[in-house]
């Protein structure tokens, strides 16, 4: 798959480290976020990762930024866009299966290396079981259409 990720001020390591993950799992991966250790605002990263995968230029995204929450709930503002605030591997399995979700955010700050990769694991091995859930989505989705207009 190919697959962005960005990142904040304080995700860069976590950044790289989840990148060398995703790439020993054959992923391509890009980078939409920052590496400068300078103080950044997370809308800034978020949203170029998020307008990315909303034109379907890539198959998942994943943003990263102190607790997760910033950077997700800017990638929830771009339309076409399910985000997963997350910090276990549980939500992040199920926001594929039941939600569809086309990215996941989570905290440099909250979770360690290795619970990270076991969250990202579980969000891009899992694929979306559609049937109810996908007429659960669609409905979600035209929530979204209606508060565009
Ligand atoms: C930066 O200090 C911090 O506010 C940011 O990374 C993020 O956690 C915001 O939600």
Sequence with gaps: MKIGIANDHTGIEMKQEITNYLESMGHEVVNYGTDEHQSTSYVIWGEKVANEVAAGNLDLGIAICGTGLGIGLVCNKVPGIRAC?????????????????????????????????????????????????????????????????
């Design 85 to 149: 605030i997350c910090s276990e591997p549980y939500t992040a399995r199920y926001s594929r299966l039941h939600n569809n979700c086309n990215m996941l955010t989570f905290g440099a700050r909250v979770v360690g290396v290795e619970m990270a990769k076991m969250i990202v694991h579980e969000f891009v091995t899992t694929e979306f079981e559609g049937g109810r859930h996908a007429e659960r989505v669609n409905q979600m989705m035209e929530v979204e259409k209606k508060h565009l207009k």
